[in-house]
């Protein structure tokens, strides 16, 4: 870049959303360094026509802010490619070859893999061989998407989950080893960035479990080294121990730069409403009970009071409305301005099923709402209508009111709750806004959707809100950092059957180019 011209560059476009105006226009953003110089409707003025200034006409491609996906868990993500790559194994012998080269490998210490066949991990003498090959080493070999495992005892043991149980939660023990294998995470994360810089993420809220597990230490390397180009602002989830405090200060002492932050504790509560673990205000259909999770809300709510009272965020799950109620009466008893509304950025993930009165609620204490508008693309109209009519009855109207939430004034961030879905803006417009299943044929409750502008800010100025990064970026305007994504087309007038072809074109973070789709 220049040090002694006017500009760097400037982007063109018939179709600039800034986040400010609440609606596209024709104009142009002009970048000098790592922020954004001047933002204007019209034609460029003349001083920016220099031959000395990069100029790109995009035609009517849409030009915004860098998106912010505030719910995302990498240290999830990239289990999916710890270990040995099982796929081709198809049986025991097969099996038992790849093992017992795996643990000559090196002395290990334990044995990780991904990619076995189902079959494979659902059969009992699978377990057998594990045992009988290695009964002092840990073996875990998950399958695709880590939902399920085999593992042998010594496994079971040490790590203290089971093939059925190896949701994230589960897991925190094993993360210790991997997060601290340098040779695996620095290229882990440098390939998650590159991935998030593709799809226009900029900026992510990035969930670790207690102590991050050294991961922490990768992160300032990381950011000393200037070799970040997403900015990351992450949060403790209590698993293995109760909310440290005191771990809280030591980070927010040591990560105050422009691109690591430390951002607060993160909990679920209730459960899958399907599964009847979400927490209802009035019964399940057909029963007594309006959950069949126990939640322990005492402890969170002293968790949440503690971290209140030292300057910390929280962000709490809620599924069922009856969760969504009690949060609400812990944010409550926060501590408050004098207009009630929250002195600290408390918020609220998932966000699936929540009553008018309590969304009213949310909006006068100002907490914001992290929703996963993609999680439509996971089932179908069937699955999204049908079942929960069965569970909740014609409560499932009301299931993902986007819409209600945002009439009532309630601040909605974009969210992915990664790897549950993977970023991606025209998803989040297609299944956010239109409100299709992934069968793509019918819409489902189409008046809960959002507009694409609200969709937009969803992922730009809102998600900066929920990283209380909104003074420099989640707009186009003159002063902020230059963290912009370039589309492909016009997100606004390209016909929803035709949105999701729409990709990233290019994608600038602090003014220097992480992404272009060409290269």
Not at 62 to 69: L, N, R, V
Not at 96 to 115: I, Q, Y
Not at 237 to 255: D, S
Request: glycine share 8%; with cysteine.
């Amino acid at each position: 870049m220049g040090v002694n011209v006017i500009a760097d560059e400037v982007l063109v476009s018939t179709c600039i959303y800034d986040s400010v105006s609440k609606e596209p226009y024709a104009g142009y953003v002009v970048i000098k360094g790592d922020s954004i110089l001047e933002v204007g409707k019209g034609e460029v003025p003349e001083k920016y026509r220099d031959a000395s200034i990069t100029y790109h006409d995009y035609k009517d491609a849409t030009i915004c802010a860098g998106f912010g996906d505030t719910h995302t868990f990498f240290t999830g993500f990239i289990i999916d490619n710890l270990g040995i790559d099982l796929t081709g194994t198809e049986d025991l012998d097969q099996l038992e070859n790849v093992v017992r080269k795996a643990l000559t490998d090196k002395d290990a210490s334990v044995v990780f893999g991904n990619n076995l066949s189902p079959a494979l991990a659902n059969q009992s003498q699978t377990e057998e061989l594990l045992n009988e090959v290695s009964p002092r080493v840990p073996v875990v070999l998950f399958v695709p998407g880590h939902g399920t495992c085999a593992m042998n005892q010594r496994a079971r043991e040490e790590f203290g989950f089971n093939p059925q149980k190896c949701y994230a939660e589960a897991l925190y023990k094993i993360m210790g080893i991997y997060l601290n294998d340098r040779t695996f995470v620095d290229g882990q994360l440098t390939a998650y960035m590159d991935m998030l810089n593709a799809r226009g993420v900029t900026s992510v809220k990035e969930m670790g479990f207690d102590d991050f597990y050294g991961f922490t230490d990768v992160l300032k390397e990381f950011d000393d080294q200037e070799k970040l180009t997403v900015r990351i602002s992450f949060m403790s989830q209590p698993v293995g121990a109760p909310a440290n405090i005191e771990y809280g200060r030591e980070m927010r002492e040591r990560f105050q730069s422009e691109f690591v932050r430390f951002s607060g504790y993160n909990q679920m509560t209730d459960g899958l409403i399907l599964a009847r673990q979400g927490h209802l205000t009035e019964p399940y259909e057909g029963t007594s009970t309006v959950c069949e999770k126990e939640i322990d809300y005492d402890t969170i709510e002293k968790e949440v009071l503690l971290a209140d009272e030292n300057g910390f965020r929280f962000t709490l799950h809620a599924e069922g409305d009856g969760a969504f109620r009690k949060i609400l009466d812990i944010y409550e008893k926060c501590r408050r301005n004098e207009d009630g509304s929250l002195q600290n950025r408390h918020g609220i993930t998932d966000l699936e099923l929540t009553m008018p009165e309590d969304e009213k609620r949310m909006a006068a204490l100002n907490a914001f709402g992290e929703i996963y508008a993609q999680v439509y693309a996971l089932d179908t109209y069937e699955g999204y209508v049908e079942a929960y009519k069965k569970v909740v009855g014609k409560r499932q109207e009301r299931y993902l009111n986007y819409r209600s939430l945002v009439d009532h004034g309630v601040r909605l961030c974009g969210a992915t709750d990664l790897p549950l879905l993977i970023p991606s803006i025209p998803e989040s417009i297609y299944y956010g806004c239109a409100n299709y299943g992934m069968d793509r044929k019918e819409r489902i409750n189409p008046a809960n959707g959002l507009t694409i502008a609200e969709m937009l800010d969803a992922w730009t100025i809102n998600s900066q809100y929920a990283m209380q990064r909104e003074d420099i970026l989640g707009t186009l305007e003159a002063g902020k950092r230059a963290d912009i994504v370039i589309f492909t087309g016009d997100l606004f007038h390209t016909p929803m059957e035709e949105i999701l072809e729409v990709e990233v074109e290019r994608t600038i973070v602090n003014g220097q180019e992480v992404y272009h789709k060409s290269r």
